[in-house]
C-alpha cells in the first residue's frame, strides 16, 4: 500500500540533493511542483484516494478564474496567497504544476525558502463531483447495501483543483486537510459519507 497522503511529503519537481529544486527559475520566479500523487489517505468514513488521470482531473478553474498558491490552505486574507499555479497536467500518474511567486513580501519570503529547499511540502485543495465506492477486494459496493464496519475506499473519479497550497509538515492534520474553509469541508465530508448515512438511520431507529 502506498503511504498516506497525509504522512507524505510531495516534493518541489527535481530537487537537487544539494539544496533547491533545480526546477526553480529564478528570473522567472518560478518552480515545477507535484501537487498530487493520488495515494491513499485514512479518513473517518474510510479511505479516500484521488484519481489521476486527463478525464479525472478538472482544470478548468486554470483558465476561468485562476488557481491561487497558499499558504497552508488559508483564505484568510490576500497576505496568504504566495502566488499562483499557471499551469498544471499529468505526468506519470502525477498531476503536476508549474507556480509562479507573487511578488509580495510573502510570495518573496515562500520563493526563498523554497529555492534553497527549506520548505518542500505541496498540497492540494480539491472539490470532489465523483466518486466510486468499493470495498476491500476492490468490488463496487452498492452504497444500499454496506455495512457500518465495511472496510470501504472512497475513490474521487471526478474532482476540481481549486488551490494548491505551500505546506511545512504535511503529516499534521491541520496542514494537510484538502478543504476549501470549514464550511466547505462540513458540506464535503457528508457528501463523502452520504453511503453511511443510511445505516446511521437505521441504528438510530433501533434505540
Known amino acids: 500500500m502506498l503511504p498516506h497522503r497525509d504522512q507524505l511529503l510531495h516534493r518541489l519537481a527535481n530537487t537537487k540533493k544539494s539544496g533547491g529544486p533545480t ?18 489517505v485514512e479518513r473517518p468514513y ?58 509580495t513580501a510573502q510570495g518573496r519570503k515562500a520563493e526563498g525558502m523554497v529555492a ?8 492540494a485543495g480539491y472539490r470532489v463531483d465523483e466518486w466510486l465506492i468499493t470495498d476491500e477486494d476492490g468490488d463496487v459496493v452498492d452504497e444500499r447495501d454496506i455495512r457500518w464496519d465495511d472496510k470501504l475506499t472512497f475513490t474521487a473519479t471526478r474532482w476540481q483543483l481549486f488551490e494548491a497550497s505551500l505546506v511545512g509538515v504535511p503529516a499534521d492534520a491541520a496542514s494537510s486537510i484538502r478543504s476549501l474553509g470549514g464550511r466547505y469541508l462540513i458540506g464535503d465530508i457528508r457528501a463523502r459519507m452520504r453511503a453511511r448515512h443510511a445505516i446511521v438511520m437505521r441504528m438510530c431507529s433501533y434505540v
Not at 497552508?72 to 509562479?100: F, N, P
Not at 534553497?116 to 498540497?123: F, K, N, P, Y
Open 116 to 123: 534553497r529547499g527549506e520548505l518542500t511540502g505541496i498540497s
Open 46 to 103: 474510510g479511505m479516500e484516494v484521488l484519481r489521476i488521470s486527463p478525464h479525472a482531473v478538472d482544470l478548468s478553474r486554470l483558465h476561468d478564474g485562476g488557481i491561487p498558491f497558499l499558504d497552508h490552505h488559508s483564505q484568510a486574507g490576500i497576505d496568504q496567497v504566495l502566488g499562483r499555479v499557471t499551469d498544471a497536467w499529468i505526468e506519470r500518474g502525477r498531476l503536476m504544476g508549474r507556480i509562479k511567486f507573487a511578488r
Open 23 to 40: 526546477s526553480y527559475d529564478k528570473d522567472q520566479h518560478t518552480v515545477e511542483a507535484v501537487i498530487s500523487m493520488g495515494s491513499p
